[in-house]
């Protein structure tokens, strides 16, 4: 398969007969994720009390559209799949094979998620999309950025300037990110004790949808100096995330063979607390 092919089509914010719910789901994620909104939800969701095999975590995205994708209509797992498979076709390490097929099992928290967090089936705007940091300006570079001055944080000193409540060097690890799959699902690993997931694997599952930083270029006095290598991971992580997106379907019957045993080698055999 030929995955470093970047065809047009791909990530098309105005044009689609999905752009409708995509263009709401942004809008309301821009108006709602404040740094208060993210501190909240970080102590509310990152509990770590639901015990849940990966395998299973898998199998509830078949029921999970997101809402903030222009270019697929099917349920997530098939994404997952798509994703490890390109990567495998290309002949990546196993471990960068299995981020591609658990980098969005973040977004089974609509399990025990809820409308008013934007964390639901319904509600996907604490779930899904690109992601940015609150508590600094919102750059431009940032899907629809005419939804940029919804947030209430834009109006507020400490918040609406370039570095915000930040200082150059700071850190995007130590920065409040919005919150969403990518985060929630690295909290998750990074609590699971027996994760043996390289460095780079956990930095693609953190920064896979930071699209303003990683292709964007926005962020960069905020960056670390020792945080630069993380471009060229999730750059690298990218070409299988978005490029091998295509209508066809599968059944975790089919690659359970081949990735069962990676999944074991890097996460065990028991669950993950969610």
């Known amino acids: 398969m030929e995955t470093t092919t970047k065809p047009a089509n791909f990530r098309n914010y105005n044009e689609g007969e999905l752009i409708p719910r995509v263009r709401e789901n942004y809008k309301k994620m821009r108006t709602n994720q404040t ?12 509990t770590f009390n639901k015990p849940m095999h990966i395998w299973d975590a898998m199998e509830k995205l078949n029921v999970f559209v997101d809402l903030s994708d222009p270019d697929m209509n099917l ?23 299995l981020v591609g097929l658990i980098h969005d099992l973040g977004k089974c928290m609509f399990l025990w ?27 431009e570079t940032l899907v629809y950025p005419e939804f940029n001055e919804l947030n209430p944080d834009m109006q507020d000193p400490r918040y609406n300037t370039e570095l915000g409540m930040y200082s150059k060097g700071y850190g995007l690890d130590n920065a409040l990110k919005a919150w969403g799959h990518d985060e ?48 060229d991971w ?41």
């Open 75 to 97: 349920p997530n797992l098939h994404h997952l799949i798509q994703t490890a498979e390109g990567a495998r076709a290309d002949g990546r390490p196993d471990w960068m094979q």
């Open 184 to 231: 929630y699902l690295f909290q998750v690993l990074s609590n699971h004790k027996e994760n043996k997931i390289p460095k780079e694997g956990m930095i693609m599952v953190r920064y896979h949808s930071f699209y303003p930083w990683h292709t964007g270029g926005s962020y960069m006095d905020i960056m670390a100096d020792e945080e630069k290598p993380y471009l």
């Open 113 to 139: 998620g809820e409308d008013e967090d934007g964390t639901s089936m319904n509600e996907q705007w604490g779930l899904v999309g690109d992601i940015f940091l609150v508590g600094c300006r919102f750059p």
């Open 234 to 274: 999730v750059r690298d992580f990218n070409q299988y995330d978005l490029y091998t997106k295509r209508p066809e379907t599968y059944t975790l019957d089919e690659v359970k063979d081949y990735y069962m045993p990676i999944i074991e080698k890097y996460l065990g055999k028991g669950p993950v607390y969610w």
């Open 35 to 46: 740094v208060d909104y993210v501190q909240r939800m970080r102590k509310k969701y990152l």
